[in-house]
């Protein structure tokens, strides 16, 4: 849980700083005021990829940091981008790498904003979160294991059909790569140190030269001339304390600089033998770069791949039979482990649709119903599995058909045979259609929300942010969107951007975000409203601050309180 978030010189905030608390944490203003300023604040803290064009302007760097409650513990997690475009990151001070980061933030939160709730109507999306609600991970896991090692073996096969000649000519060639990166024995970025001990040697005269010059420019008349006259001016005025210390200083640096200057000079050595044996490693450096890549890492890339693809073909004294009856054996295993994790989507899917419904029908939305399309797709090199070509999975459907009638061989991938599609119909007798193709605004808000409910439910607490979760809901479905939010943040903590009054009502905290301006420069801040403040905020959401309005706020809030 997030307790403490701190924004400075991020986007259009200059400094922001907020107490969240848990349950509802609602964020209201005008339209430009940059409302969604805290769930694009946290997005970047949590890993989202942001270009300097985040940094307020004139600032030299843009920052969030937060406090917050991970197991168990009070962290503080931090980062910041500068004008160069790199970002950093910090755990409790500690730096924190980018994947260490996006791994931390997938197990804080979960952000929604606009693209990220369009991202739900994703097929691929929608079959990931269809594994976690029905707590599918060890299946699909093993799915996975046995795709990879099918179609490991199936590469292996590939080459061992392949011509044996082609083979072999791919064997001299790749133990001749192999071996000649091999003998380089390069070392990454030892061709910028080379370069760099290359130009020393290469220029010992001229270095020596302009030690020397610098020798006797220190020794020059002037030099001495100038420290004796600042001498006379220190015995002559007491005074000139600044005088008498600074040329001492300079004195004494100038003393240091000989001496320095002599050693540097001493240690200056021509050395031909290193030159040239330096010069003919930055040589093979440059052949193997033409040959296998631009940057020595670029090269021993290349010599990982030149051995897995020898090992591979050295390895092709296996007998093919052997390698085929392994296959078969896999194509089996892999079948079953599919058909199985397909049988289990499908009764989760039965379950997500059945717990959608509900939501629906507390967003008043009482026809609307969720079902799930299966499909699979044939293919030669598929599995043989008893799947239907199209299925759906909703309320009022027949049981799902698996593993009966006959095999047929369809295309797999690591999450197994399944293709899926969430589906939505809004009236009795309605056939379910993709929610992304059949959805109004007012009404894909409710049912993002309602999936986002069910998820949330079935997964462990942690933070939900949403973006305009009631985009296109109107006034009166407002109040049940607000107590669906409410229902979601007993269990996490949930930072909502709403426009409806009616949502902002249901709020633990309710937040506004106004925007100012100097004439030269605008900037929003946010700030809690409470009490007397904050009836005033939701009666100017509802049309100003009349009479009638502030009765109407203050029935909002005590229904909100029921």
Same mark, same amino acid.
Request: charged share 30%; net charge negative.
């Given at each position: 849980?997030?307790?403490?978030?701190?924004?400075?010189?991020?986007?259009?905030?200059?400094?922001?700083?907020?107490?969240?608390?848990?349950?509802?944490?609602?964020?209201?203003?005008?339209?430009?005021?940059?409302?969604?300023?805290?769930?694009?604040?946290?997005?970047?803290?949590?890993?989202?990829?942001?270009?300097?064009?985040?940094?307020?302007?004139?600032?030299?760097?843009?920052?969030?940091?937060?406090?917050?409650?991970?197991?168990?513990?009070?962290?503080?997690?931090?980062?910041?981008?500068?004008?160069?475009?790199?970002?950093?990151?910090?755990?409790?001070?500690?730096?924190?790498?980018?994947?260490?980061?996006?791994?931390?933030?997938?197990?804080?939160?979960?952000?929604?904003?606009?693209?990220?709730?369009?991202?739900?109507?994703?097929?691929?999306?929608?079959?990931?979160?269809?594994?976690?609600?029905?707590?599918?991970?060890?299946?699909?896991?093993?799915?996975?294991?046995?795709?990879?090692?099918?179609?490991?073996?199936?590469?292996?096969?590939?080459?061992?059909?392949?011509?044996?000649?082609?083979?072999?000519?791919?064997?001299?060639?790749?133990?001749?790569?192999?071996?000649?990166?091999?003998?380089?024995?390069?070392?990454?970025?030892?061709?910028?140190?080379?370069?760099?001990?290359? *130009?020393?040697?290469?220029?010992?005269?001229?270095?020596?030269?302009?030690?020397?010059?610098?020798?006797?420019?220190?020794? *020059?008349?002037?030099?001495?001339?100038?420290?004796?006259?600042?001498?006379?001016?220190?015995?002559?005025?007491?005074?000139?304390?600044?005088?008498?210390?600074?040329?001492?200083?300079?004195?004494?640096?100038?003393?240091?600089?000989?001496?320095?200057?002599?050693?540097?000079?001493?240690?200056?050595?021509?050395?031909?033998?290193?030159?040239?044996?330096?010069?003919?490693?930055?040589?093979?450096?440059?052949?193997?770069?033409?040959?296998?890549?631009?940057?020595?890492?670029?090269?021993?890339?290349?010599?990982? @791949?030149?051995?897995?693809?020898?090992?591979?073909?050295?390895?092709?004294?296996?007998?093919?039979?052997?390698?085929?009856?392994?296959?078969?054996?896999?194509?089996?295993?892999?079948?079953?482990?599919?058909?199985?994790?397909?049988?289990?989507?499908?009764?989760?899917?039965?379950?997500?649709?059945?717990?959608?419904?509900?939501?629906?029908?507390?967003?008043?939305?009482?026809?609307?119903?969720?079902?799930?399309?299966?499909?699979?797709?044939?293919?030669?090199?598929?599995?043989?599995?008893?799947?239907?070509?199209?299925?759906?999975?909703?309320?009022?459907?027949?049981?799902?058909?698996?593993?009966?009638?006959?095999?047929?061989?369809?295309?797999?991938?690591?999450?197994?045979?399944?293709?899926?599609?969430?589906?939505?119909?809004?009236?009795?007798?309605?056939?379910?259609?993709?929610?992304?193709?059949?959805?109004?605004? @007012?009404?894909?808000?409710?049912?993002?929300?309602?999936?986002?409910?069910?998820?949330?439910?079935?997964?462990?607490?942690?933070?939900?942010?949403?973006?305009?979760?009631?985009?296109?809901?109107?006034?009166?479905?407002?109040?049940?969107?607000?107590?669906?939010?409410?229902?979601?943040?007993?269990?996490?903590?949930?930072?909502?951007?709403?426009?409806?009054?009616?949502?902002?009502?249901?709020?633990?905290?309710?937040?506004?975000?106004?925007?100012?301006?100097?004439?030269?420069?605008?900037?929003?801040?946010?700030?809690?409203?409470?009490?007397?403040?904050?009836?005033?905020?939701?009666?100017?959401?509802?049309?100003?601050?009349?009479?009638?309005?502030?009765?109407?706020?203050?029935?909002?809030?005590?229904?909100?309180?029921?």
């Amino acid at each position: 849980m997030f307790e403490e978030l701190r924004i400075e010189n991020f986007a259009v905030a200059r400094s922001v700083a907020l107490a969240l608390g848990p349950g509802l944490n609602v964020f209201t203003g005008e339209t430009g005021a940059g409302k969604s300023l805290v769930v694009d604040a946290l997005a970047f803290l949590l890993g989202a990829r942001r270009g300097r064009e985040v940094i307020a302007s004139g600032a030299a760097q843009a920052s969030v940091r937060a406090r917050l409650r991970h197991g168990g513990r009070v962290r503080t997690l931090e980062r910041s981008i500068g004008l160069s475009g790199r970002s950093r990151a910090t755990l409790d001070g500690e730096p924190i790498t980018a994947e260490a980061l996006q791994e931390l933030g997938n197990a804080l939160a979960d952000i929604h904003g606009q693209a990220e709730q369009l991202s739900l109507l994703r097929p691929s999306v929608q079959l990931a979160l269809l594994d976690a609600f029905g707590g599918l991970d060890d299946a699909r896991e093993e799915v996975a294991r046995l795709a990879r090692e099918l179609r490991a073996v199936r590469r292996r096969l590939e080459g061992l059909r392949s011509d044996a000649r082609e083979r072999e000519r791919q064997l001299d060639q790749l133990r001749y790569e192999v071996a000649e990166i091999e003998a380089a024995a390069l070392r990454p970025g030892e061709d910028a140190a080379l370069r760099e001990e290359f *130009a020393r040697l290469g220029n010992v005269e001229r270095l020596r030269e302009a030690s020397s010059e610098l020798i006797q420019a220190l020794d *020059a008349p002037a030099f001495d001339a100038a420290f004796a006259a600042a001498r006379a001016i220190a015995e002559r005025d007491p005074a000139a304390v600044e005088v008498r210390e600074l040329a001492l200083s300079l004195e004494e640096t100038a003393a240091e600089l000989r001496r320095a200057v002599r050693r540097y000079a001493e240690a200056l050595e021509a050395d031909p033998e290193r030159l040239a044996a330096v010069e003919e490693r930055l040589d093979l450096i440059a052949r193997l770069r033409r040959k296998y890549g631009d940057t020595i890492d670029e090269i021993l890339r290349y010599l990982d @791949g030149a051995r897995e693809r020898l090992a591979a073909l050295e390895g092709a004294a296996e007998s093919a039979e052997e390698l085929q009856q392994r296959e078969q054996a896999l194509c089996r295993a892999l079948a079953a482990a599919a058909e199985g994790l397909s049988a289990q989507r499908r009764a989760a899917a039965a379950r997500l649709a059945s717990a959608v419904s509900k939501e629906l029908a507390e967003l008043a939305m009482p026809h609307a119903a969720l079902a799930v399309g299966f499909s699979c797709v044939d293919a030669a090199d598929g599995i043989p599995v008893r799947l239907p070509d199209y299925e759906v999975v909703g309320p009022g459907l027949p049981p799902a058909d698996v593993g009966e009638g006959e095999a047929a061989p369809r295309a797999f991938t690591e999450a197994g045979v399944d293709r899926i599609e969430f589906l939505a119909s809004f009236n009795p007798g309605e056939v379910p259609r993709p929610l992304a193709a059949v959805a109004s605004g @007012g009404e894909t808000s409710r049912f993002l929300l309602a999936l986002t409910a069910v998820f949330g439910a079935a997964s462990p607490p942690r933070t939900i942010v949403l973006d305009e979760a009631d985009e296109g809901v109107g006034g009166r479905a407002g109040a049940l969107v607000g107590r669906a939010l409410r229902r979601l943040a007993e269990r996490h903590q949930v930072l909502c951007v709403t426009h409806l009054p009616q949502v902002a009502a249901f709020g633990d905290r309710h937040f506004v975000v106004e925007k100012h301006t100097d004439g030269r420069r605008t900037w929003s801040e946010v700030r809690e409203v409470r009490g007397e403040e904050r009836l005033r905020e939701l009666a100017a959401m509802l049309g100003g601050l009349s009479d009638a309005n502030l009765r109407a706020a203050d029935e909002l809030l005590a229904a909100a309180a029921r």
